[in-house]
């Protein structure tokens, strides 16, 4: 089992910066994969940007190319999102996820998890 809690969200101006954080933490923790997905009001659920932790290989989703930076710290178990740049199309409820299983491809979908975090809202006003 794995827990994941999620820190540093906030609201800012269009233009400014956030760092989300996300502390993982059980007995068992050893995910293959952590991601970054977020949900604004009415929307789906859409990943923005994952790590495949054993070769520090990261995927963005396009929207977010060139402003997000996802990274980790393994030996804290903690990823995080960089977020610069931002623009009220960022607002949104951001989760943390986690894949435990082997075998998977890295992906931005939400079905290549099964562990996520309960999520820090994100506020960007212009």
């Known amino acids: 089992q794995v827990q994941l809690l999620e820190s540093g969200g906030g609201s800012v101006r269009a233009g400014g910066s956030l760092r989300l954080s996300c502390a993982a933490s059980?007995?068992?923790?050893?995910?293959?994969?952590m991601g970054w997905f977020r949900q604004a009001p009415g929307k789906e659920r859409e990943g923005v940007a994952a790590?495949?932790?054993?070769?520090?290989?990261?995927v963005y989703a396009d929207s977010v190319k060139g402003r997000f930076t996802i990274s980790q710290d393994n030996g804290e178990n903690t990823v995080y999102l960089q977020m610069d740049n931002l623009n009220p199309e960022d607002t949104a409820m951001y989760y943390c996820?986690?894949?435990?299983?082997?075998?998977?491809?890295?992906?931005?979908?939400?079905?290549?998890?099964?562990?996520w975090g309960q999520g820090t809202q994100v506020t960007v006003s212009s």
């Open positions: 996820a986690a894949n435990t299983r082997s075998g998977r491809g890295l992906s931005l979908d939400r079905g290549g998890y099964n562990s």
């Open positions: 059980g007995s068992t923790f050893n995910p293959v994969h």
């Open positions: 790590i495949f932790r054993i070769i520090d290989y990261a």
